[in-house]
């Protein structure tokens, strides 16, 4: 049995006034987002983002969505106009588990990464805007889980030069 994602009403003070709405619907349908996302031919994780108000929805999304979802096309036209306000949802550090432990990944692996990056490509930064990721499930001989999350940003070098 697949678990749904549902609205943590916990959230409602710091998530934007359309992410309710979204997933008290997606409930309604017991779609994941990976239904969601193969309907509206995007990454799951990117639908999951527009839920919670992280990314940008084109005009096709907001008509795709309002059929998925069974909203009405204007309402949210509505809902979803304006731009997405990005990296306010949460305290640091994150007090959720799951949240914390990727927190974690990044205090305690974020230098190693960083270097490593440094030395594949030089000095620059990778992007979080020309950016894909995805979640994928795995299990191993043994029949453990594991969960693989792929980040892929585009590296851009640093122009700096300080004189």
Known sequence: MTTIST???SLAS???VQSKALFEAKA???LTFEDIAKELGR???AVAAIFYGQAQTSPEDVEKLATI???GHEYLKDLLAGYPFRGHTMP???KEPLLYRLYEIIQNYGYAYKAILNEKFGDGIMSAIAFTTKVEKE???EGNTWAVITLRGKWYVSTIVLS
Do not use: R, Y
């Open 14 to 16: 710091i998530l934007p």
């Open 139 to 141: 299990k191993d001989k």
């Open 92 to 94: 640091m550090p994150p």
């Open 7 to 9: 609205f943590d009403s």
């Open 28 to 30: 309604h349908k017991k």
């Open 43 to 45: 990454n799951e994780v």
């Open 69 to 71: 979802l069974g909203l």
